[in-house]
């Protein structure tokens, strides 16, 4: 049985789907139309459209039935994990990351924090991840908690490592992204890493781990074969103590 994590973005979605419908739809109407019609001048443009958002809309659908476990792994990759850590997952929605870090562990812990906003993933409610923890077996190693990521409700270095997939855009103002990093930052132990994926911001979000004081900050990506909208991944790791 395949488990349903979730479309990002479903509302985005659906207006890309339906103005690529109207595109095509308009653009085959200017064909049939006599060249002399006003309207026929409209049938290039409304094709190119048409063409161009139905294209986004598919490929939306495909990143989130294939690409984004691709891309789970490529972050979960820049982890280097023992399989004790304590791993903090922001934003984790249906779970995507939680559960994949959780499998990897034998004596660790995954904390996976969401507000479960609906308009940022499809049918987005704590029950629903509950219900993937369960079917994926690992509802013992994964803690879920409502909480903002601009206010994280954990002591100072209570994580081994952070990870995060296309939640920190939604917070809408840069102050606000800006502290979001620095509760990262502050939850981290020290030699802690940081793996922070985004479609955009992202030189902002190794900017900000920067200016935290943190090392071996780099970009990576984007990534455009397998995800939509492409994907940079910010991999930060805090100085070990002197
Ligand atoms: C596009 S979904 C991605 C979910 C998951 N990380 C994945 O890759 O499948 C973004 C998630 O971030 C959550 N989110 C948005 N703003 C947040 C905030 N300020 N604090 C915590 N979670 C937030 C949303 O509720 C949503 O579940």
Known sequence: ????????APVTLRN?????????ALGLVGTALPRAHPLSRLRTASLSAGIGFS???????????????????????????????????????????????????????????????????SDNRRARTEEVLRLEGVSDRVTLEEADAERLPFADGSFDAVVSNLCIH??????????????????LRPGGRAVISDYRHTSDYAR?????????????????????P????VVATKPTAS
């Open 55 to 121: 294209l986004a809309a598919g490929l939306m659908v495909v990143y989130a039935r294939v690409g984004k476990f691709r891309h789970r792994d490529r972050m979960l990759a820049m982890l280097p994990l023992r399989g004790d850590e304590h791993i903090l997952d922001v934003g984790t929605g249906r779970g995507l990351l939680a559960v994949a870090a959780a499998r990897g562990l034998t004596g660790g812990r995954v904390v996976a924090i969401d507000i479960w906003n609906a308009e940022d993933l």
């Open 16 to 24: 890309l789907a339906l103005a690529g419908v109207a595109g095509l």
């Open 170 to 187: 939604n917070i809408y103002n840069a102050p606000g992204r800006h502290e979001a990093i620095g509760e990262i930052v502050r939850v």
């Open 208 to 228: 900000y781990f920067r200016e935290y004081g943190m090392t071996a900050v780099e970009e990576r990506g984007p990534y455009l074969w397998d995800v939509f």
């Open 1 to 8: 049985m395949s488990i349903d994590y979730g479309t990002d």
């Open 230 to 233: 492409p994907l940079s991944i």
